[in-house]
Structures are given as structure tokens and as C-alpha cells.
């Protein structure tokens, strides 16, 4: 069996990781993470059956790498109003879509080359025309007022918009797994053309407080640009950690304007602003935040224009002092961190 080094590069996140690194058999593949064709090949297969008819795949199942599609659960985690949803949540379809291109490279099997194609007009489906990326495919919830509404908004929590531009720029330059005759000129001038409208959309949608631009919330409308509600605990806010990926994807960006040039000074100089000197956090021992002369930390959610840091549990309720919300949130969620340090 051939080991696939390259399989490191992209497949190795989220749902994909454990898996992967169960099937290494020695310690130095493990630490590889690499996987051998063959296996490649059978996982793909598995993925082609659990490909729901929008072109998309759900996130949080396991078995979707280990069997087939048995033709009567669920494909997805998530349905609503009588339909399953895709999503770009926790990695899922971006996920996929390198696993199955990486079995086309393998076999040049023409139902591998057609799933991806559907998986990238998944994709598009998730792009509102004002350039952002929602988190799911169909809507869901049935309104504004649902609790699930948030996956309606463009997305960069947890960086799944982020990843969605990646993995289309990886296409476009048809970087491994997406060489060769995966896809044709004019389906990589599409893949520009979103990556431009996503481009557009951040650029648009930096918040701006006091009359200076800083960085980045977790949701944004898509017609407003302005930040929105997440699940109870995650309210509009800069919040720092999907900040900071968006920033190192503007980074990326060859040829850069003076547009992204100035979005991205303006979020480090936000950073700057809002690092929390000599401080550790603890994201499991109480009270969590400790002095430490020379530590850093950012806080995950600042409220616009003040700076505060914002903590809240499930009931909704913004709280200043992290020891105000409910033990549960506070250790099962990452309230700070040392993002910017990525940066440097």
C-alpha cells in the first residue's frame, strides 16, 4: 500500500482526524497521519452514498467514513422544514470534497469527479449574493425568530466561511487534490468569481466602532453586513478567534489591495487594543483568568464599541464576570484564548 503524505494537508481536521489516525499502524505514520490509498479510495465510496441530493454532506457522522448509506436513516444531523440540510460546520463538506477529489486523482473514477462537482455547487448554494457563505443548505428554522436561525446568517464561526475560500482557491490553482482535468476553465472562473464576492463581503462587513474599523463577528446578516445573534450564549460582538482566520486568509491574498491592506491593519491594530496583558486563562479551573507576568490573552467576544469582554450561558444573559454564568458554559466553551499569537 502507498501511504499518501499530502493526505495531511487537508484532511487531517474535525471529523476526518480521528479516523485517519486510527488507521495508521506505526508510530511514525501516526504521526504522519497518512493513509493508504486504498483506504482513500473506500472511504470516498462510502461518502458518495451519504451525499444528499443538494450536493452537500452533514457534519458529526462518523459513520459516514466507515459504511455505506444503509437507504433509510438520516444523512443529517439536522433537518427542517421536512428537509435535510447540509452544512460547512465543524468542516463538514469541505471535508469530504478533498477525500472524494483525492480518490478521483486516485482512479479517475467519473462518479468521484461528479461528486465533487456537486459538492462545489453546494457551495454556491450557500453564497448569498452579497458575497457571504451561510452556514447551511436549505434554510433553517422558518424564521428570524427560530432559535436555529443563526446557520441562516453568513458564517465565520469556528472559520467555515474561511474554509469554504480556501478550499475554492485551492480548485481554482488546481493545488492537490484538484490538478489535472478535475474541473475545467470555465468552473475555475466561477470558483474566482465567488472568491472575489466572499472577498467583497469581509471587506464590507468589518465592524466599525467609534468610527474605526476593527474586526469581525461570529454571524453577519447578509443584506446589513452587521453582526447577529449566534446560539444563546454567542451575541453580536468582535469576536476574536474568527477574526483572527480571517485575517490570515487576507494575508493570503496575492496582488493585495489597499482595501485588504487596510482591513488588516486595521483588525491587528484592534487586537492590539483589546490583548489582555499579564493574564492566563483556564479554561477549567476557576476563576479561570490568573495574573502572569509576561502571559497574553484575548478574550473571545468584545462588545462593540467598549471593549468589555461578554460571557453567557444558555439563558441568554450578558454577564462581565465570567464567574456570573453557569459552570456548565463556562467550562464547555472556549471564552478566551491566545489567538493572535498566530499572527506574529
Known amino acids: 500500500m502507498k501511504a499518501l503524505k499530502r493526505m ?15 488507521l495508521a499502524s506505526t508510530t511514525a505514520a501516526a504521526e504522519e497521519a497518512t493513509v493508504s490509498d486504498e483506504t482513500i479510495i473506500k472511504q470516498a465510496n462510502h461518502l458518495l452514498t451519504w451525499q444528499m441530493d443538494h450536493g452537500g454532506w452533514s457534519k458529526d457522522m462518523p459513520q459516514m467514513y466507515t459504511r455505506d448509506w444503509n437507504g433509510r436513516e438520516a444523512k443529517s444531523v439536522w433537518t427542517s422544514n421536512g428537509q435535510e440540510l447540509g452544512t460547512i460546520d465543524n468542516d463538514a463538506t469541505v471535508d469530504e470534497i478533498r ?9 479517475k473514477d467519473e462518479r468521484f469527479k461528479a461528486s465533487v462537482h456537486n459538492g462545489i455547487d453546494f457551495l454556491y448554494k450557500l ?64 470558483m474566482a ?4 464576492g466572499g472577498l467583497d463581503y469581509i471587506l464590507q462587513a468589518q465592524i466599525v466602532a467609534n468610527g474605526k474599523k476593527t474586526a469581525w463577528g461570529q454571524q453577519h446578516d447578509p443584506v446589513t453586513l452587521q453582526p447577529q445573534q449566534g446560539r444563546a450564549y454567542e451575541h453580536p460582538s468582535i469576536a476574536t ?9 487576507l494575508g493570503e491574498q496575492p496582488n493585495q489591495s489597499a482595501a485588504v491592506r487596510e482591513a488588516v491593519a486595521a483588525a491587528r491594530a484592534w487586537m492590539d487594543e483589546a490583548r489582555v496583558a499579564d493574564t492566563r486563562y483556564e479554561r477549567r479551573v476557576e476563576p479561570h483568568f490568573f495574573h502572569e507576568p509576561g502571559a497574553e490573552t484575548w478574550y473571545r467576544f468584545y462588545q462593540i464599541g467598549t471593549n468589555r469582554p461578554i460571557f453567557s450561558g444558555r439563558d441568554g444573559v450578558i454577564h462581565h464576570d ?15 484564548g491566545n489567538w493572535p499569537q498566530k499572527l506574529r
Open 322 to 336: 465570567i464567574m456570573n454564568v453557569e459552570q456548565e458554559r463556562r467550562y464547555g466553551y472556549a471564552w478566551a
Open 99 to 107: 477525500v472524494v477529489a483525492e480518490a478521483y486523482q486516485l482512479t
Open 127 to 190: 453564497q448569498y449574493p452579497s458575497g457571504g457563505f451561510r452556514q447551511v443548505y436549505p434554510q433553517r428554522g422558518s424564521d428570524p425568530s427560530s432559535s436555529v436561525w443563526y446557520s441562516n446568517y453568513v458564517t465565520f464561526n469556528d472559520h467555515a466561511m474561511v474554509n469554504v475560500l480556501r478550499l475554492l482557491e485551492d480548485a481554482r490553482q488546481g493545488k492537490a487534490p484538484f490538478e489535472g482535468d478535475l474541473f475545467n476553465d470555465s468552473q475555475r472562473k466561477q
Open 241 to 249: 478567534d474568527e477574526s483572527v482566520g480571517i485575517v490570515q486568509w
Open 8 to 22: 495531511s494537508k487537508f484532511a487531517i481536521s474535525g471529523l476526518c482526524a480521528g479516523f485517519f489516525v486510527m
Open 193 to 196: 468569481a465567488s472568491i472575489e
